[in-house]
């Protein structure tokens, strides 16, 4: 039988260290001993940055990535799930006989808890999560334990799309959130904050009929028009075919006496239809 000599580079304080194999076993013997799926237990004996090194038998190491640990790895490192020595279970997952390696997993040998996600959180469920990162477009919510879900700012607040998250939500919060959409084949979750919040659009709508009269504040000239700050926060719009001429003077701030024209709370829209500049 063929001896061979199988080499696993890897660094130390940027010093290339050489773990050396000798096997009597070639490729093809190892690939029918490790078949892909099967389970074994193996030694950690490297950790690295974005995983680590296991080591299967004598002298046959697999690496373990760190996407391959756990269902959910946010924010973790390796260190957070193994150590040196450590015994563990892991899956191979594949065995490359032409550059003669080993990929292997843990999360692999338990259930993938997104297997059935569509059924136990159907859209418009309303749960209770943990925000476990804010990022400049939403933040990160766990609902289970390898289950997490986004909230994209946009579904943060009815009424301000840009805001910034850190300034709604913060790491450790629990907060309610509406599942939105679920894909379980790329293990995603889209969340709604605001949709556990109620919806002035929705209340302004209840309140208001078309050609009540109103007060808003002014707040910016557009070139189809001007914007006004109604209650709840909300803003109207005034077309430029329903202002008078005599607004040049207007500034920021200012009260108006408008006309509601139309409501549509589903696109999110009140037109509606300057009466006079409060004195």
């Given at each position: 039988m063929q001896k061979i000599l199988v080499f696993v580079r890897f660094s130390i304080n940027k010093?290339?260290?050489?773990?050396?194999?000798?096997?009597?076993?070639?490729?093809?013997?190892?690939?029918?001993?490790?078949?892909?799926?099967?389970?074994?237990?193996?030694?950690?004996?490297?950790?690295?940055?974005?995983?680590?090194?296991?080591?299967?038998?004598?002298?046959?190491?697999?690496?373990?990535?760190?996407?391959?640990?756990?269902?959910?790895?946010?924010?973790?490192?390796?260190?957070?799930?193994?150590?040196?020595?450590?015994?563990?279970?892991?899956?191979?997952?594949?065995?490359?006989?032409?550059?003669?390696?080993?990929?292997?997993?843990?999360?692999?040998?338990?259930?993938?808890?997104?297997?059935?996600?569509?059924?136990?959180?159907?859209?418009?469920?309303?749960?209770?999560?943990?925000?476990?990162?804010?990022?400049?477009?939403?933040?990160?919510?766990?609902i289970e334990e390898g289950i997490e879900g986004i909230v994209h700012v946009s579904e943060m607040d009815w009424t301000n799309k840009n805001m910034q998250p850190g300034h709604l939500v913060s790491v450790g919060d629990t907060i309610e959130v509406m599942v939105l959409d679920v894909h379980e084949a790329k293990h995603r979750m889209s969340l709604g904050l605001k949709q556990c919040l109620p919806n002035p659009w929705r209340q302004f709508e209840q309140e208001y009929q078309i050609n009540d009269s109103l007060t808003g504040k002014f707040e910016a000239f557009y070139p189809f028009g001007l914007f006004v700050k109604l209650e709840w926060d909300l803003s109207g719009i005034v077309y430029s075919s329903d202002m008078p001429n005599n607004l040049e003077d207007l500034k920021k701030g200012d009260e108006l006496k408008l006309s509601v024209l139309s409501i549509d709370a589903e696109r999110e829209r009140i037109g509606l239809k300057v009466i006079s500049t409060e004195s």
């Open positions: 010093k290339i260290v050489v773990y050396q194999m000798n096997k009597t076993k070639t490729w093809q013997e190892i690939a029918s001993n490790y078949k892909e799926g099967t389970i074994h237990t193996g030694r950690v004996i490297k950790m690295f940055s974005y995983g680590c090194y296991v080591e299967l038998e004598e002298g046959l190491v697999g690496l373990l990535h760190l996407k391959d640990m756990a269902w959910l790895t946010t924010n973790l490192k390796p260190i957070d799930f193994v150590s040196c020595e450590d015994k563990i279970e892991v899956m191979v997952l594949e065995v490359n006989e032409e550059k003669e390696s080993i990929c292997l997993g843990v999360k692999q040998c338990t259930q993938n808890p997104w297997v059935g996600i569509a059924e136990r959180y159907p859209e418009g469920k309303r749960v209770k999560g943990q925000v476990t990162k804010v990022i400049d477009y939403g933040c990160m919510v766990l």
